[in-house]
């Protein structure tokens, strides 16, 4: 049964980065995309960012240019790195397979942007 542990998110200000990870379990993790998602309070959860087993990425346009996925296939583990973090990237993230079938949801990271 695969799994997914996120990891990383805090408290930062506005213009900070952040890196956040996630370590998944199970087999086959190297043949799925992966993607990470994000849930503010009050909205539906949305993809940020996704890549694919060619390493290619895609990211939504509210953080191109500013967010990048990574992965690691030895260590079943994808990234995120986030920097010029804005108030509206405020959310709990999560990550999961870039569908269309997807994974449990894990119990995500906080990231708070805020002054």
């Known amino acids: 049964q695969v799994q997914f542990v996120e990891s990383g998110g805090g408290l930062v200000q506005p213009g900070g980065s952040l890196s956040l990870s996630c370590a998944a379990s199970?087999?086959?993790?190297?043949?799925?995309?992966m993607a990470w998602y994000r849930q503010a309070p009050g909205k539906q959860r949305e993809r940020v960012a996704t890549i694919y087993r060619s390493g290619s990425t895609n990211y939504a346009d509210s953080v191109k240019g500013r967010f990048t996925i990574s992965r690691d296939n030895s260590k079943n583990t994808v990234y995120l790195q986030m920097n010029s973090l804005k108030p509206e990237d405020t959310a709990v993230y999560y990550c999961?397979?870039?569908?269309?079938?997807?994974?449990?949801w894990g119990q995500g990271t906080q990231v708070t942007v805020s002054s």
């Open positions: 199970g087999n086959g993790f190297s043949i799925f995309a």
């Open positions: 999961n397979r870039g569908g269309p079938q997807f994974g449990p």
